[in-house]
């Protein structure tokens, strides 16, 4: 088994780390990939087999990059269980893609999307989602923009949600 960490940026075709055939965990924390990079990864999720978490933390993903990465999750059912996008600039529309696509995975574990700009409408789409999911065990989304819990409950909060 092989895991790949990349804290620093490195070239913006991911495509050759997916030359390596038995990558369980690749982690390209901040560095800079973007929508493009994420429609790249997507496109080597659907055919990989091995691999097992993608750490994509701080990589300025949007709405755009959120939609293939969660349409390949559609795809790619057998081994990926975790996909963390942590500080990247995912709104409601990449978090109802992510909603969605969970609900015909049933071996994907963890999301994580905590510090995005995910507002009321991308929590309600996990909060009616929430009762479908059979495997999912994590889902992080704190530090986001919704005042919404992920069962769809407001949280409590002092002052303005957004200074946060």
């Not at 055939?21 to 990079?37: C, F, M």
């Not at 300025?60 to 081994?79: F, H, K, V, Y």
């Amino acid at each position: 088994i092989v895991d790949i960490m990349f804290d620093h940026p490195i070239q913006k075709d991911p495509k050759p780390c997916w030359l390596l055939p038995s990558i369980s965990q690749l982690y390209l924390r901040e560095n800079q990939i973007g929508d493009e990079g994420a429609r790249a990864l997507a496109a080597a999720l659907i055919k990989n087999r091995t691999l097992k978490h993608l750490g994509l933390e701080g990589n300025q993903i949007g709405d755009e990059g959120a939609r293939a990465l969660a349409a390949a999750l559609t795809q790619n059912r057998s081994t990926l269980i975790g996909i963390y996008l942590d500080k990247n600039q995912i709104g409601d529309m990449g978090a109802r893609a992510f909603a969605a696509a969970l609900l015909s995975n049933n071996t994907f574990l963890a999301l994580h999307l905590a510090g995005n700009p995910i507002g009321d409408e991308g929590a309600r789409a996990f909060a009616a989602a929430m009762p479908y999911y059979t495997t999912l065990s994590e889902l992080d989304f704190s530090g986001a923009n919704s005042r919404m819990s992920p069962r769809g409950r407001p949280t409590p909060y002092s002052g303005d949600h957004r200074s946060r």
